[in-house]
């Protein structure tokens, strides 16, 4: 007897619900058909599904978006960078409180080497022909931003060799949820061909109808809701073993329209922006925000960030500001309006002379008007690099904070998380460098804001 068996997935959502009414419905409903035809189903998302630079996500800090992952009746979930990453380890700890859903995840563990309570190694799911099948599941290893918030990131591939080598004898059908990215993919399937299914993300890749690496099904789904992944696997029962596999993409504008669509995204985002409407300072006049120049905005940030990192000179683009800072009431609204990324600042350890490379580097003539995607940018164009308290002089010396500096001294350089991933500044990758979570750049603005602003107000 065959026995078919369906898969539903998501992945790189990153709080995009523009489609989402539809992609609602159509999971729902094709859920319930399956179930009716005797079949068996189950819905995953493959992290990511959160991204605080929507105004929902970040005025509920990812529970909005777990809600809407219940009401679409996901089976089971992992988590991605932004969910590991973006959030506090309270909030990461609190996320799931209310799931009705599994939360599979075999590489976190508390800085004492214990799971989280709200995550499990894997998951054995039984269909009603009474097949097993085992779900395991990894994310993208970011140990340094783990560590600074308490966590301890395992290596994800050995750790998913452990999980196969554990369940494939006590499982008939074994899938994975891989938020690790394509080249991870690929390497897992090539060394564990016991695996039936790996479903991809992280790595934004679209497979429209999968692709088999060592005789693994790999899958992926592109990013912000375009696609919805359907896997089918038809199983013989009497054989156990899995007979086809097969996977395909539905876009996700071409699915079923529901009624009042339009109005139940602009929902979520007014509820967003109602619970954001909380006074966090008030500002004695309007700060301008330029991309290609120094600014009112950029001069006051760059004394927020030098001030918290306790740092010798900064260094950042000038199109993280999407708007300026109004005069008057400024809401915590107005801050994520004007800095939405999901970016923290970074404290880097250089010497003079690196410093200096560092200052030429930053004047790449053709980064301004760049059209920057990733890296946690959640901007229009790159902008101007702006950099403060060091510069050239007229001789050619790095001066620091108004003294030629000493090249072969140590300083520290606050800047951007982005830059450190070896895109901009090569070199920053291998330097000694921390970095200052779990505040994103607009919580060091608030944090500045209360305290200047309050000095100012009482001239």
């Given at each position: 007897?065959?026995?078919?068996?369906?898969?539903?997935?998501?992945?790189?959502?990153?709080?995009?619900?523009?489609?989402?009414?539809?992609?609602?419905?159509?999971?729902?409903?094709?859920?319930?058909w399956?179930?009716?035809?005797?079949?068996?189903?189950?819905?995953?998302?493959?992290?990511?599904?959160?991204?605080?630079?929507?105004?929902?996500s970040?005025?509920?800090?990812?529970?909005?978006?777990?809600?809407?992952?219940?009401?679409?009746?996901?089976?089971?979930?992992?988590?991605?960078?932004?969910?590991?990453?973006?959030?506090?380890?309270?909030?990461?700890?609190?996320l799931y409180?209310?799931?009705?859903?599994?939360?599979?995840?075999?590489?976190l563990?508390?800085?004492?080497?214990?799971?989280?309570?709200?995550?499990?190694l894997?998951?054995?799911?039984?269909?009603?022909?009474g097949?097993?099948?085992?779900?395991?599941?990894?994310?993208?290893?970011?140990?340094?931003?783990?560590?600074?918030?308490?966590?301890e990131?395992?290596?994800p591939?050995?750790t998913?060799?452990?999980?196969?080598?554990?369940?494939?004898?006590?499982?008939?059908?074994?899938?994975?949820?891989?938020?690790?990215?394509?080249?991870?993919?690929?390497?897992?399937?090539e060394?564990?061909?016991e695996?039936?299914?790996?479903?991809?993300?992280?790595?934004?890749?679209?497979?429209?109808?999968g692709?088999?690496?060592n005789?693994?099904?790999?899958?992926?789904?592109?990013?912000?809701?375009?696609?919805?992944?359907?896997?089918?696997?038809?199983f013989d029962?009497?054989a156990?073993?899995?007979?086809?596999?097969?996977?395909?993409?539905?876009?996700?504008?071409?699915?079923?329209?529901?009624?009042?669509?339009?109005?139940?995204?602009?929902?979520?985002e007014?509820?967003?922006?109602?619970?954001?409407?909380?006074?966090?300072?008030?500002?004695?006049?309007?700060y301008?925000?330029?991309?290609?120049?120094?600014?009112?905005?950029?001069?006051?940030?760059?004394?927020?960030?030098?001030?918290?990192?306790?740092?010798?000179?900064?260094?950042?683009?000038?199109?993280?500001?999407?708007?300026?800072?109004?005069?008057?009431?400024?809401?915590?609204n107005?801050?994520?309006?004007?800095?939405?990324?999901?970016?923290?600042?970074?404290?880097?350890?250089?010497?003079?002379e690196?410093?200096?490379e560092?200052?030429?580097?930053?004047?790449?003539g053709?980064?301004?008007?760049?059209?920057?995607?990733?890296?946690?940018?959640?901007?229009v164009?790159?902008?101007?690099?702006?950099?403060?308290r060091?510069?050239?002089?007229?001789?050619?010396?790095?001066?620091?904070?108004?003294?030629?500096?000493?090249?072969?001294?140590?300083?520290?350089?606050?800047?951007?998380?982005?830059?450190?991933?070896?895109?901009?500044?090569p070199?920053?990758?291998?330097?000694?460098?921390?970095?200052?979570l779990?505040?994103f750049l607009?919580?060091?603005?608030?944090?500045?804001?209360?305290?200047?602003?309050?000095?100012?107000?009482?001239?």
């Open positions: 007897m065959f026995e078919t068996i369906h898969f539903y997935h998501t992945n790189d959502v990153h709080s995009h619900f523009e489609h989402w009414p539809r992609i609602h419905k159509f999971l729902v409903t094709r859920k319930e399956h179930i009716e035809a005797g079949d068996s189903c189950f819905v995953f998302d493959i992290g990511d599904y959160m991204d605080r630079s929507n105004v929902y970040e005025a509920t800090l990812g529970k909005g978006n777990v809600k809407l992952l219940n009401d679409a009746k996901y089976d089971a979930v992992t988590i991605g960078n932004n969910e590991g990453i973006t959030l506090s380890n309270e909030d990461l700890n609190t409180n209310e799931a009705n859903f599994d939360v599979i995840l075999a590489n563990r508390n800085n004492d080497g214990s799971m989280p309570t709200w995550a499990e894997y998951h054995i799911y039984t269909t009603k022909a097949t097993k099948v085992g779900v395991i599941a990894a994310t993208a290893p970011f140990t340094l931003f783990y560590k600074q918030l308490d966590w990131v395992m290596e591939i050995k998913l060799q452990k999980q196969v080598v554990e369940l494939r004898d006590k499982v008939d059908v074994l899938v994975c949820m891989s938020h690790l990215g394509l080249s991870e993919d690929t390497l897992l399937a060394l564990c061909p695996i039936d299914v790996i479903f991809g993300s992280h790595t934004h890749h679209i497979l429209h109808e692709k088999i690496v005789d693994v099904l790999l899958t992926g789904g592109g990013k912000f809701g375009f696609f919805v992944g359907h896997t089918e696997i038809q029962t009497d156990l073993k899995v007979v086809t596999k097969k996977t395909m993409l539905h876009r996700s504008i071409e699915l079923a329209p529901v009624e009042g669509e339009v109005e139940l995204v602009a929902s979520l007014r509820q967003g922006h109602e619970l954001l409407d909380i006074p966090v300072f008030y500002s004695d006049r309007y301008n925000k330029e991309w290609y120049h120094h600014s009112n905005i950029s001069r006051l940030f760059a004394k927020a960030l030098l001030q918290f990192a306790k740092a010798d000179c900064a260094l950042f683009n000038a199109g993280i500001f999407l708007t300026g800072l109004p005069k008057g009431r400024v809401t915590a107005d801050i994520h309006s004007m800095l939405p990324h999901p970016i923290n600042a970074c404290v880097i350890e250089l010497t003079g690196q410093l200096r560092v200052y030429f580097d930053a004047q790449n053709d980064w301004p008007r760049r059209e920057l995607k990733g890296l946690g940018f959640r901007g164009v790159f902008g101007k690099m702006l950099n403060y060091f510069e050239m002089d007229d001789r050619g010396q790095l001066v620091i904070e108004g003294k030629v500096a000493d090249l072969k001294k140590s300083y520290k350089l606050v800047t951007l998380d982005m830059y450190t991933f070896g895109y901009f500044f070199n920053f990758k291998n330097t000694p460098k921390t970095y200052l779990p505040q607009r919580d060091i603005l608030i944090q500045y804001g209360l305290e200047f602003f309050k000095g100012e107000n009482s001239k």
